[in-house]
């Protein structure tokens, strides 16, 4: 198989990733080798498999819903490039 | 060089000296980064700890002065890290220009567990940026040296945790293994190094790659100290959901009790054809050597081994574009300023994330986009169901597996520049993290100069088996004891 240009804009879009046109093709490239080498997968038989979801065994992680200690908001907060008050502040969502 | 002659402390030693009063902590800290600083030319070293340091240094002095009967075998032995463990207070980047500046809130549960028992950080290591890579050349702060040839690289992605006990600076450090990063950079420098079974460690205070497949561990010189580190680190944690609440089987009570009457496995399919014959050679020995030591060994067969690799390239991206979502410019780390805030995710994350990250959350975005996550997510997930189970039927005719861990010994900086070539370099390890299981990488031997490492590979929740075999090859040969030619000059022994 083999990615357009416009697959590959879409795929960095999803991933909200800023690529430079150099680099759009150097990924539609690379993916392609890539996804070539993983396309093998195709050919193992899993038809009377079914996928894995936690490999440890574990289902389901309870806890008695109670509140406990957690992150004081002055300590969640040191690291935001930009704040207002108790928030983190962004830019326009709707342009 | 033998490392008795080099003057190189294992934890053994240097806890014994402790205890005995014959050294502090604060001098096994001031001497470990001496020789940290001495080897400053491999850049293993991201940066030092400081007051934590200092902090953890004073309070071990004072478990062992006011009562030693409750210093454990870690407490004022010191160690590095891999700069993907939060400490509170201590700057953590992931490798990574997205997270300069980063400054973790808390401490995760495996550093706290450490410090608990009073061992002492003293420096953060280099890593491949979010753990990816199997070279350490993807590091946003430069290349790691191999200690044994600087011109080569240590393996990855926790190169700097392997090259820094390698060298001897540290007698322990932490690093993380996803699809091999603990144990191939063990192999490739010449030590120990251990990857738990999936759900043992707590990944609480662990930035996520892969969460389905990471996994915290150690390295050291000698599979005990493995086991001392192993055994303050394990067992269930309520802040990690996937963390496992079986019981911790006691390691030291398993340890010495070799090989003997075990039965091992070798995986037909992990004598693979690109294999060097240097390595070919010192695995075969190796598997003399245990042979000789009571093991019956026997040929199994993993036939869908040749799909890990393609299995484990679309679980990890696809867990990782997940999991890095959060890189974003708002919370933490790097933010460039745009009015809209599309804007400033797509310029914060375009300049933040270095080539092979943003390589792999272009290729996981892509596999889990709709119209393709059948094709791709749920076909490896169905593939690794097979592996895993492959796994689980050799272990009902054999104890353990035996193999290499690496198919080359560490190559020249540079030698892998297409992304798939160096994504073969783990074809033997990540299996294992797929199937969720314990896998240790020992020396054992030497090919033109530079270290082979055997990996064993036990059951789930096995651990302290897989320790035990380790250690009875360990002490029946003498290649944990090989130093690299360019050892560190500054520092004088302990």
Redesign the interface.
Known sequence: MTLSRD??A???M???????DE?MER?RE??D???A????????D?SQ??????????VN?W?EDQRSEC?PVE??L?????RRRDH?E????Q? | MSEAAAGVPTVADLGSALRRGAATPQALAATARARLEGISELNVVLRYTGELAERQAARAARTLAESPETAGPLCGVPFAYKDVLCAEGVETTAGSRILQ???P??TGTALGRLLDAGAVPVAVTNCDEFAMGSSNENSAYGPVGNPWDPSRVPGGSSGGSAAVVAAGAVPFSLGTDTGGSIRQPAALCGVAGFKP???RVSRYGLIAFAS?LDQIGPFARRVEDVAHVFTAIAGHD?QD??S?PLPVEPVEEQLSRGVEGMRLGIPREYLVEGMEPGVREAIEAAFAELEKLGASLEEVSLP?T??G???Y??IAPAEC?ANL?RM????????V???????????T???G?GPEV??R???G??AL?SGYYD??Y?????????I?EEFDRAFEKVDALVCPTSPTVAFPRGAKS???SM?LCDVLTLPVN???LPGISIPCGLSEGLPVGLQVIGP?FQDARVLRVAHAYERATRWHAEMPPARPAAGAPS
């Open positions: 697959q590959v879409h795929v960095a999803l991933a909200r990733l800023g690529l430079s680099e990924y690379q993916l080798i890539i996804l080498h993983v396309d093998r997968l195709q050919q193992v899993t498999v079914t996928e894995t979801a936690q490999i440890g065994g574990l992680a806890r992150l300590a969640a040191t690291n935001a490039p930009r983190f962004v830019g326009a969502i342009e | 500046g980063f400054v809130p808390y079974t999936y759900g389905s309520p959901s996937t496992s869908t040749e799909a690799l393609s299995t390239y679309i574009s979502a974003d410019g708002v919370r933490f780390g790097l933010h300023d745009r009015p809209a805030l599309t804007d400033t995710y797509l310029q994350r375009g300049r994330f943003k390589r959350i272009m290729l975005t892509y986009s094709a791709y749920r076909k490896a997930q169905k593939v690794r169901t097979l895993a297409d992304p798939l994504y797929l199937a969720g789930r």
